[in-house]
């Protein structure tokens, strides 16, 4: 019976240099025992898995411990405009507001999924102002 060869995260490395080196992926294939196509799919992952590292390896970098003199809404507005931050990210930025119908009234929470949208000095919520003060 013959075993065929598996290709796991730990060969990416080795995978990526001979590809960056220029093997084939015939020859590749011919190395791991396995056909070229499956070859192609892990140099994909392969390349995926370092640019997602890559990208970690900055973020790091770019972090600094000086206070910021942005506001709330620069700093919110920043992370959200950022490419790297995924809508899961940003659908985690908050989880409701507090709002009054005037100056004098007690606040009444909203949560963040009754809320449509947030504008400069606006919000816009899926609820009735009688709703929201229920």
Do not use: W
């Not at 992952?45 to 640019?51: F, H, I, T």
């Not at 890559?54 to 490419?83: G, H, K, N, W, Y």
């Not at 409701?96 to 009234?105: D, E, P």
């Not at 809320?115 to 003060?133: D, H, M, N, Q």
């Amino acid at each position: 019976m013959q075993t065929i060869a598996k290709i796991t995260s730990n060969d990416y490395p080795d995978l990526l240099a001979a590809v960056d080196e220029g093997v084939s992926q015939r020859e590749l294939a011919r190395r791991y025992g396995c056909a070229p196509s499956l070859i192609a799919r892990h140099v994909g992952k392969a390349k995926r898995l370092r640019e997602l590292s890559d990208r970690e390896e900055e973020s790091e970098t770019e972090l600094s411990v000086e206070p910021m003199e942005s506001s709330m809404r620069e700093i919110l507005a920043a992370r959200i405009r950022d490419p790297r931050t995924s809508p899961r990210e940003n659908a985690d930025i908050f989880d409701g507001l507090a709002i009054k119908s005037n100056r004098f009234a007690s606040s009444q929470y909203v949560p963040a999924e009754q809320v449509a949208e947030i504008f400069p000095g606006e919000v816009r919520l899926k609820i009735t102002s009688a709703e929201a003060a229920a």
